[in-house]
């Protein structure tokens, strides 16, 4: 992959990060975290893979 083709990846993985976050916090806001507390679980599941693949793109990125 070429450097822009890895920063792409990385903007889209932010972009999905920011998200999650947005959801996860009215989850939280609404009380919704406590009563779909699966459904919030699996947010938070979006949440760290989006992370840690942001990361390994990174770290790709940085070696190439």
């Given at each position: 992959?070429?450097n ?7 903007d889209k ?8 976050q ?11 975290d ?22 390994e ?8």
């Amino acid at each position: 992959m070429t450097n822009d083709e890895y920063q792409h990846v990385i903007d889209k993985l932010q972009l999905l990060i920011t998200e999650t976050q947005g959801t996860l916090k009215r989850f939280e806001e609404t009380g919704m975290d406590r009563h779909m507390q699966e459904d919030y679980s699996k947010l938070l599941d979006v949440l760290d893979a989006a992370i840690k693949q942001q990361r390994e793109y990174t770290q790709r990125m940085l070696v190439n």
